[in-house]
């Protein structure tokens, strides 16, 4: 199967987008079609073999829509079509107001008494009075051309949509009026007051502006993808056969080598090779705390250099560096549909059918039944027409989508599709790994106890022998020592000792530094250590002896230390009634500790990684729905088990790849802020669908007359074209919300 992307054009609501998916739905050998009505993409799954992009575009072309593959080296970007099409609704609009404004003056003000010269008097100069009009109003049909070309297109194919009823609403305005000319002509002047010119001019301006704002709005829904596509930096210096040159950042290739200066952006994924520098990654991780890089610590693309000059060497360029693939994730999250927009896809699928069939049985109605003129009854049908139209309906899932994935990017967290943002916030267990999630994920001195000498004193010595070991409880210690100023003497016959410790030489004594093993084969008494190191080992801390000569010189308890945010996160994920479970390869006894001091209760142990996935499985099958938080790369099967697998972004490619989300700081409180941004997400779509479901109930009846039956107004076609364009702009300021609510 291959995934293919393409541009549609001639959208307009929800029912064009749900007409184009199912046309090419129906396609023998297509998996399946998601189109996005905010962004104007969609994607298809598709059998290349069987199936070629032409017959894919012909699908769509014969449903009455546009469509081309979407080439981004190419096409257009978001951000260049949505000011584009702004652009150009601002102009149709300021066009047809220059129109429309004195037609509504002309026929509007003759009838209150404004002033009108005698020319254009419709008593005594009726021709020349709906001529004018005639005139005045054709511009106006040429500038909302598209509403006709879209609206009889899709409606003779029979897919009617938005366009079809602003077309039909205003064509059936436009020909009465003609109808009304020609009587004119036959000398029955009083047809003059019978004329709908400015009904169409107006409707047609007023939905103009509605669409302006509309594509406005749409446009700041969009943000967090154009604000990440202008952090790349534009070129890069490299060094070439010795020689420093600029070049555009599309020509880097892996292995270059590059200087940045201080100040300058990190033209792509690399290493250090050489320099020292603080690094500004907040626009990548959220973290507004500089980050301190060195020799051989990676670097981002688009993240800012501090004060030091960095050599760096090119890892990932193009679409594989971390920023391409935050803004691919993005993308892929704003174009899948949630679940909850099918609702919106099931209603538009008949509505539009519906309402022309209400507006024709209304006019009949108040034609046949009720006794009224025909001018009266087409009006009623035609505001039917127009306040109906579904385009609130269509906008209230994508908006709040795009904008909630946009405002989650801003805070460091990636959803990979749009569904995971709706169903995260009904997860009620969340099951953490321990190393490197609930943990620092790397071992630290905790604490030195001596029983001959000087702490400091012993873990020198003791530092001394371990730098020439690579264990990571080895490098544990040898970085304590450092960061306490230690120096390090001078070791001879180093001896590893295999699952026991280390053997060396120092300053005229052999060194045993090891576990309680080694201890044992050199007959050194624990006892003088054993309420030390039962305490430290309830802790999850490692004890590490050191001893010479057969006497116990101490040891160092060496543990993974919990991260500053996990008690926390913890008590505020139970307090929120969700269980929180420990999952780890870990030995029972020290996850035990770990999980006591974050306030975990259950604790599932010494599980092998496709364990891990079974103890996934065994908590869904008791009905819970389950995330899970891990790193590693042996949390990548629990991780694409789990109904919602959450992945620390310092873990492993494996990791992240297997996630429904990313979060891209260490920090587990982003667990609460994604859950929390799930949940304000799926409020303002509900929102949005209620809103968008009650204008058209309460409108409807009110165009139909049922206000009118009672002696309450009538609503005219005019109104309710303001009306109905501004229902969607409510819907989009609605999710726009999201962007400022705070989120805990």
């Keep these: 199967m291959k995934e293919e992307t393409f541009v549609i054009e001639g959208m307009t609501c929800a029912s064009c987008a749900l007409t184009v998916e199912n046309a090419v739905k129906k396609i023998p050998n297509v998996q399946s079609a998601v189109v996005n009505l905010t962004t104007e993409k969609m994607t298809v799954d598709y059998d290349p073999a069987k199936i070629s992009e032409a017959e894919i575009e012909k699908a769509v072309a014969d449903a009455g829509y546009g469509a081309s593959v979407f080439d981004p080296a190419t096409a257009k970007s978001q951000a260049e079509r949505q000011d584009e099409a702004t652009h150009n609704m601002w102009h149709k609009f300021l066009w047809s107001a220059v129109f429309a404004v004195p037609l509504l003056y002309l026929s509007m003000g003759s009838m209150m008494g404004a002033w009108v010269p005698d020319l254009l008097n419709m008593s005594t100069h009726p021709m020349t009075y709906a001529l004018v009009q005639l005139l005045?109003?054709?511009?106006?049909?040429?500038?909302?051309?598209?509403?006709?070309?879209?609206?009889?297109?899709?409606?003779?194919k029979g897919h009617p949509n938005m366009d079809s009823l602003v077309a039909l609403a205003t064509s059936a305005a436009f020909l009465y009026s003609l109808y009304g000319i020609y009587h004119i002509a036959l000398g029955h002047g009083h047809h003059a007051h019978e004329l709908y010119f400015e009904s169409v001019a107006v409707i047609l301006t007023l939905i103009t502006l509605g669409k302006y704002f509309e594509t406005l709005s749409k446009g700041r829904t969009s943000d967090a993808i154009q604000k990440l596509m202008k952090l790349s930096a534009k070129e890069a210096t490299v060094i070439r056969d010795g020689v420093e040159m600029a070049v555009p950042i599309e020509d880097v290739v892996i292995g270059d080598v590059m200087i940045v200066k201080p100040g300058e952006k990190i033209p792509v994924d690399g290493v250090v090779v050489s320099g020292h520098s603080a690094i500004d990654e907040s626009m990548l991780t959220?973290?507004?705390?500089?980050?301190?890089?060195?020799?051989?610590?990676?670097?981002?693309?688009?993240?800012?250099?501090?004060?030091?000059s960095l050599t760096l060497r090119a890892e990932k360029v193009g679409d594989e560096t971390l920023l391409a693939q935050i803004i691919k994730l993005v993308e892929d999250a704003q174009q899948t549909k949630a679940p909850i927009a099918k609702i919106a896809d099931k209603v538009a699928a008949v509505f539009v059918p519906v309402v022309i069939a209400i507006a024709l049985v209304s006019g009949l109605f108040w034609y046949f039944v009720m006794g009224k003129d025909f001018v009266f009854a087409m009006t009623v049908a035609i505001a039917v027409l127009v306040i109906a139209c579904p385009c609130a309906l269509g906008l209230a899932t994508p908006t709040a989508i795009m904008v909630g994935t946009g405002r989650a990017a801003e805070n460091g967290i990636l959803y990979k599709r749009g569904d995971t943002l709706e169903n995260a916030h009904h997860i009620d267990t969340i099951v953490f790994d321990k190393t490197g999630t609930i943990t620092q994920g790397k071992p630290e001195v905790v604490d030195v106890f001596t029983y001959a000498g000087d702490a400091g004193e012993l873990l020198a010595r003791v530092a001394s022998v371990e730098k020439l070991s690579e264990h990571p409880l080895s490098q544990a210690i040898v970085e304590k020592a450092a960061a306490d100023g230690l120096d390090l003497q001078v070791v001879t016959n180093f001896t590893s000792l295999t699952g026991r410790g280390l053997q060396a030489d120092l300053a005229g004594q052999t060194l045993y530094i090891g576990n309680r093993k080694l201890m044992q084969d050199q007959k050194v008494d624990l006892s003088a250590a054993e309420s030390a190191v039962l305490a430290a080992t309830e802790k999850g801390q490692t004890p590490i002896f050191v001893s010479a000569n057969a006497q116990?010189?101490?040891?160092?308890?060496?543990?993974?230390?919990?991260k500053e945010d996990s008690k926390a996160t913890v008590a505020r994920l139970q307090e929120r009634d969700i269980d929180v479970v420990m999952l780890t390869g870990d030995n029972a006894k020290t996850a035990q500790a770990i999980a006591k001091q974050v306030g975990i209760k259950t604790v599932i142990s010494e599980v092998l990684p496709d364990q891990k996935s079974q103890a996934i499985q065994n908590l869904q099958s008791k009905g819970k729905m389950v995330a899970m938080v891990g790193d590693g790369i042996n949390d990548a099967p629990a991780l694409a088990t789990a109904d919602i697998g959450i992945a620390v972004g310092t873990g492993t490619d494996i990791a992240i790849e297997s996630a429904d989300i990313i979060l891209m700081k260490p920090e587990l409180s982003d667990i609460i802020k994604s859950l929390a941004l799930s949940r304000l997400t799926i409020k303002v779509i509900k929102e949005n669908l209620f809103w968008a479901f009650i204008y058209n109930i309460?409108?409807?009846?009110?165009?139909?007359?049922?206000?009118?039956?009672?002696?309450g107004p009538l609503l005219n076609p005019m109104i309710a074209g303001l009306a109905m364009s501004f229902s969607s702009v409510s819907v989009v300021l609605n999710a726009l919300r999201l962007k400022y609510i705070k989120l805990n």
Excluded at 698 to 711: E, H, K, R, S, W
């Design 552 to 562: 116990l010189l101490g040891f160092i308890a060496v543990a993974d230390t919990v």
């Design 286 to 308: 959220g973290e507004s705390i500089p980050v301190e890089k060195t020799i051989d610590d990676k670097v981002y693309g688009a993240s800012i250099n501090g004060q030091g």
């Design 136 to 156: 005045l109003t054709l511009p106006v049909m040429y500038f909302g051309r598209r509403f006709y070309v879209n609206g009889f297109r899709t409606l003779f």
């Design 698 to 711: 309460l409108a409807i009846p009110v165009a139909m007359g049922v206000l009118y039956l009672f002696g």
